[in-house]
């Protein structure tokens, strides 16, 4: 049994769902995981359940606490020592700029997922060019970079980390399953009307504004709809604020609805799912909609038109609130065809975006990696390595 260590730093959202799906679902296929996440991360109680073991890094958000960097790598580093690990995966940007520095320095063969480059993204000319000669610089310390989707390794290869480095694995999710019952406060604002809902840790990144500012449009169109933002995150009360400002909260028809996991709970009583991201990898909120057969509304950025096509919903431009409001109306309007989205939805989940040809498609890549064998036994690469100074 070949061991992986599966390092990531965000404590939520679609990193840390990934990896919990990963770490379910590598024994299968060969590989004994281990994660190296942050404190209270929401993969914990999955990995557990797996019989995954987890140990907690000092990891902090961005790159403005060096020494906590340093204490995590040194973490990273004993844990991999500690481990004898076959390869490291580094799952997010932070992760991958201190995974693939740990990982060179002991020799341990690394793959690095960024879930979305960062230098891709809303942000100013300094930050672009800073992220992506980083990424440029430590692109050779990864054996293989897993892109989410078709765009994020175009976006890699426009910046020149390598044809031969970037691997391709869509991001998956588990089918809705049978006999979930819904969210009892989302079926309960929900109340038998129409429900457009966003489903997201409330980041700069996901423009839940965006949906806010669309709401009072949405609401005066179709008056029997309800429109609900389901999440946490740093921006709950900036959004909170932006909503009171347009009157929301004394319309009782919108509502912050906090989040309580699986989004299957959340997206059974939803009619229409709303992600409008200014960018994206491949969001794992939109394949969750569509394994849910929930029809969706969502901005035509990253790998979102892979998912989001005309039989599953209706794609619009970027922070733009009277199309996104114009193209939930359209669905509203129409429930038979809202109907037929969820049939295809379902479909397309079960042909492109199923976890296990996730979890199958990212063994292949470590086992192409990882391939030395003496009679039968892999030879981990780790045990070959001298300790490094990190």
Known sequence: MHRVLLAFE???????????????????????AELAGPRRSIADDRAAAAGVPVA????????????????SARQLAGRLRAGRFDLLHCHSAKAGVIGRMVGRALGVPVVYSPHCFPFVGDFGAARRIVATTIERALAPLAERIICVCLEERRQGLAVRLGDERLAVVNNGCAACADGIAPDPETTRFAAGSPLVASIAVMREQKRIDV??????SI????????????????????????????GLDVEPRFAFIPFEGPSSRHLLATDVFVLPSSWEGLAIGLLEALACG?????????????????????????????????????????????????????????????????????????????????????????????????
């Open 10 to 32: 965000p404590p939520d959202g679609g990193v840390a769902e990934n990896v919990a799906q990963l770490a379910g679902g590598l024994r299968a296929h060969g590989w004994e």
């Open 219 to 246: 609401l005066a169109r179709v008056p029997s709809a309800r429109v609900a933002v389901i999440g946490d995150g740093p921006l709950r009360r900036q959004l909170e604020a932006r909503a009171a400002a347009l």
């Open 294 to 390: 929930v029809p969706t509304v969502a901005t035509a950025v990253g790998g979102t038109p892979d998912v989001v096509v005309p039989e599953t919903g209706r794609l619009v431009s970027p922070g733009d609130p009277r199309a996104l409001a114009d193209a939930v109306v359209e669905l509203l309007d129409d429930p038979v065809r809202r109907a037929e989205m969820a049939v295809a939805a379902r479909a397309r989940h079960a042909a492109r975006f199923e976890v296990g040809r996730m979890v199958a498609e990212t063994a292949a890549v470590y086992d192409g990696i990882v391939g030395a064998t003496t009679e039968g036994r892999v030879v981990p690469v780790a045990s070959q390595a001298a300790s490094p100074r990190v």
């Open 211 to 216: 949906l806010i500012d669309a709401a009072p």
């Open 56 to 71: 907690h890094l000092d990891w902090a958000r961005g790159y403005g606490s060096p020494r906590s960097d340093a204490r």
